[in-house]
DNA sequence: ATGAAAGCGCTAACAA
DNA sequence: TTGTTAGCGCTTTCAT
């Protein structure tokens, strides 16, 4: 492998102008750039980038973190996160942290380590102590000190979702979710909007919950669906879980949505090809995707920035009325 | 930020003896030992990983690029390949190549710049003169050269389609899928499987093919509904075709499966819980995943390695009789 | 068993 | 405009 000292040799200049030809900085006469350009060309020379990032401590690497990639959500977000970061020169490290902290953790440390130049974290474990402000960190849907964030506008989203039902003619309307004991995410805004809308409206309604993680999906919603055969209309925490509920209801003969709307969260697009399509409302996961990596760059090079809030819309389907 | 130096001036040893009871090589009394880990505690000390990898030449990093991560099958695929990596203590960079052939090729170049170890790709592109046998490289489903591949069973897959529509009494079946003219993958094993089980079979069989990518799925979709309608059995290239289908026959008001069967290809776990549940070929995706990584690391440490093909399965859903 | 020193490939400060 | 030089933090000989 030809190093730069060979391409300064062959091309008969020092060390620094070939540095400087090859980094585009400083100045440099044509001539000489063409000879050292040359030599680049007629050894094949490519820049070793490990011992670059050694030397100016920043490696173009950001580490993404996030419970699981095989999951539609994440890995839609996933996708506009690396396109945002290709687009800056930043290469992009992925970790399926599974929740376990001690993995979340690992690569927190990667950025003392100077493996990673920054984060962007999805996390619902308690990693409070381990982070500090001056970290280049930003997070998603969660809230920790100054440590800037991005997430949608679920307050927003959840009045939204009420207001759907009770335009529909829903009278008796519920909210299917999780809940953690531990830690406060954004996402339990989606249940506060909807219940602040709820009280204000005057309509009967019901928190059906169940604590992170759940451990049988399929028979946390058929309990629901057994126990609530009064509710007509549902806003469900995530598409995902709702296109769940959706299926389980039309095996029991429950009409959708004439005797039950449904409306999920979230907005994925694969699931757009799925019969009947989810009425939901949607994430602008692009815009949130670019949003995240633009504050995190912002960060590593030094400069504050604010949380980032996106407005969400409503997405009509065919379990709503 | 704390260095070996310092550690080493605190515990009053020298840089090497610092070194060595961080890297747990070489002889090193029980008694300098505790002094030098005492100092590391005290100091904080974490090892700067970029001068690590920068002097071993090696950083423990894997790149996998894909299409999209955005496509359930890679991300499941994805999510093991991360895990075994962990195991190992990789890292994996994820590169999402939108099969741009520069993206794929830039991370290629990655491999020269020492700023990956090793790649694992997934490629639709003609990369053959770009890459030789000498890299750290595996390949899914693509059997270049010397280049090491994995893929499960795509010819038996496709066979076993084939006898599942036969042995449910199917009269007249068909393969849809795609095609390339530009590179040969595993994947039209599939529909060589198929065939060829169709023809020794002497069953009457038709071929609906289009060339990858397709513009738009359902119109295309839709057109074979259209024209074959004396086609009883289908086997669709992967499961998301399939699926779409489905819902594309249902509401055509065409019985499935009674008078369509459909069968997919992939096995992706996360459609489990969609109706009507699709019959599918799956391919082992964890042990696929973990195979990836298994030989990735053997040609990291210098050992040759053959390809590693793996059995399919047929998961009965309510799509076939 | 341990310390000193060389050197990995590069950038950047400095001098010329 | 250019060449020289000093590190960056670490691992790894090589003496001792």
Redesign the pocket.
């Known amino acids: ?8 040799k062959l091309a ?9 030809v ?2 585009q ?5 044509e ?3 063409k000879k050292v350009e040359d030599a680049i060309a007629e050894l094949g ?4 980038e ?3 990032a ?4 920043d490696n173009r690497i950001v580490a993404l973190f996030l419970p699981s990639i095989h999951h539609a959500f994440f890995s839609e977000l996933a996708y506009f996160i690396e396109d945002e970061l290709d687009k800056n020169d930043y290469k992009m490290m992925l970790c399926n942290s599974s929740n376990q902290i001690e993995k979340e953790l690992s690569y927190i440390n990667m950025l003392k380590q ?1 493996k990673v130049s920054g984060i962007i974290g999805i996390s619902y474990n308690q990693i409070e102590k381990e982070i500090n402000n001056s970290m280049p960190i930003v997070l998603v849907d969660r809230h920790i000190g100054e440590i800037p964030y991005v997430s949608s506008d679920n307050y927003a989203g959840g009045e939204m979702a009420f207001q759907v039902l009770r335009d529909s003619g829903c009278k008796q309307v519920a909210y299917i979710g999780t809940y953690t004991k531990t830690i406060l995410t954004e996402v339990e805004k989606r249940k506060k909007g909807f219940e602040n809308a709820a009280k204000e409206s005057g309509l009967d309604y019901t928190l059906y919950l169940e604590e992170d993680p759940i451990k049988d999906q399929t028979v946390f919603l058929n309990q629901f669906l057994t126990k609530h055969k009064n509710v007509d209309g549902v806003f469900v925490e995530n598409d995902l879980m709702a296109l769940e509920l959706v299926q389980l209801a039309l095996e029991k003969n429950i009409k959708v949505p004439e005797e039950l709307s449904v409306i999920g969260y979230d907005g994925i697009q694969r699931y757009g090809a799925l019969r009947p399509k989810l009425s939901t409302i949607r994430q602008p996961v692009e815009v949130m995707g670019r949003s995240l990596v633009d504050l995190l760059i912002k960060r590593i090079n030094g400069f504050s920035v604010t949380p980032a809030i996106h407005p969400v819309d409503y997405l009509k389907g065919e379990t709503t009325r």
Chains 1, 2 share one sequence.
């Open positions: 492998m030809a190093t730069i000292k060979d391409v300064a008969g200049v020092g060390l620094g102008t070939a540095s400087r090859i980094n900085s400083g100045y440099v006469s001539a000489t750039k020379y490519v820049p070793n490990t011992a670059r050694f030397v100016t401590q100077n």
